[in-house]
């Protein structure tokens, strides 16, 4: 998408962390903001600081009902969307036999499941004007497993087989109609708090805006990957040596143990 100004943008999770660094800066280049987010309040308050005619909606992205009825809204009060962000995420960063049922469903609801949801929500009008960009946040994990991410990293390793085969079905129905996957490690947005990078010269952790900035010139170029930092490049080719050196490798550089100390979000404050 070469030219923003003017472009409708929705932006799921779009209140606070990368995705409110994408609006920002998606704002500044002249485009029309949609924000979602669970936390409508929040949503709002972030629209007001962006300024520009900004819109926020409420919307749980993991309930289907609910995308149908915000996703109307949106098109009758804003018009259809040409580039949709699917960038709402969750981690709960617990060993698999610590996660609750509810931690497990509600990571597939947010982060995988809501990409169909939202997705086939916006899609088919893009593809009837002939353009339009659809962006997946995944994550570094949908390339390579990490310990205490285990519904994490399946979910977004789904996340990143979503968007190849969107991309595949895309490039022969709709060619004006791009896709871009974002495969980023560690980002100091407070949803991965109390991590841990071994080697921060190789894998550091990296700036919100930073992220959001190569996300935004990824769709500006429709480049169909960003993967950041350049070490995680490596991990497809990696996976041709066995699979014990492959392990090897990522627990020497520390990825296994960077989640030791997970804090994340932290439970909500209690009601006083
Ligand atoms: N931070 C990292 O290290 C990192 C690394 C790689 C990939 N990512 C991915 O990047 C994306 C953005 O993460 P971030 O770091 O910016 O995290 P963040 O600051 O926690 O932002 C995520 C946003 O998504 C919203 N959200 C959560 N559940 C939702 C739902 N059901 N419906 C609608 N909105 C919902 C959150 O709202 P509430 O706060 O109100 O719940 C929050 O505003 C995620 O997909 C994440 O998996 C992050």
Not at 7 to 34: H, K, P, W
Not at 73 to 92: F, H, M, Q, T, Y
Not at 118 to 137: N, P
Not at 147 to 161: L, Q
Request: glycine letters at 10%; aromatic letters at 6%.
């Amino acid at each position: 998408m070469r030219e923003l100004e003017g472009r409708v943008a929705l932006i799921t999770g779009g209140a606070a962390g990368i995705g409110a660094c994408m609006a920002r800066e998606l704002a500044a280049r002249g485009a029309r903001v949609v924000l979602w987010d669970l936390d409508g309040q929040r949503a709002q308050a972030t629209a007001r600081e962006i300024g520009h005619d900004a819109r926020a909606y409420a919307c749980d992205v993991s309930d289907r009902g609910q995308v149908a009825r915000v996703a109307a809204r949106v098109k009758e009060e804003v018009g259809p969307v040409d580039l949709l962000i699917n960038n709402a995420g969750v981690v709960s960063g617990k060993p698999l036999l610590e996660l609750s049922d509810e931690d497990i469903e509600r990571t597939f609801g947010v982060n995988t499941l809501a990409l169909f949801w939202v997705t086939r929500a916006f899609l088919g009008d893009m593809i009837a004007r002939g353009e339009g960009h659809v962006v997946t946040v995944a994550s570094a994990a949908g390339t390579i497993g990490v310990a205490r991410m285990t519904d994490y990293a399946a979910s977004k390793f789904a996340a990143v087989g979503f968007d190849e085969s969107l991309r595949a079905e895309l490039r022969r129905s709709a060619p004006g109609v791009k896709t871009t996957v974002v495969c980023p490690y560690y980002i100091d947005t407070g949803m991965f708090e109390g991590v841990r990078t071994r080697y921060p010269g190789l894998l550091p952790i990296l700036e919100p805006d930073d992220v959001a900035h190569r996300v935004i010139e990824a769709i500006e170029h429709d480049r169909p990957r960003v993967v950041l930092p350049f070490l995680v490049q490596l991990v497809p080719a990696l996976r041709v040596f066995p699979v014990a050196l492959f392990d090897w490798a990522a627990d020497l550089l520390g990825v296994n143990a960077s989640m030791d100390e997970f804090i994340g979000h932290g439970e909500p404050e209690p009601e006083p």
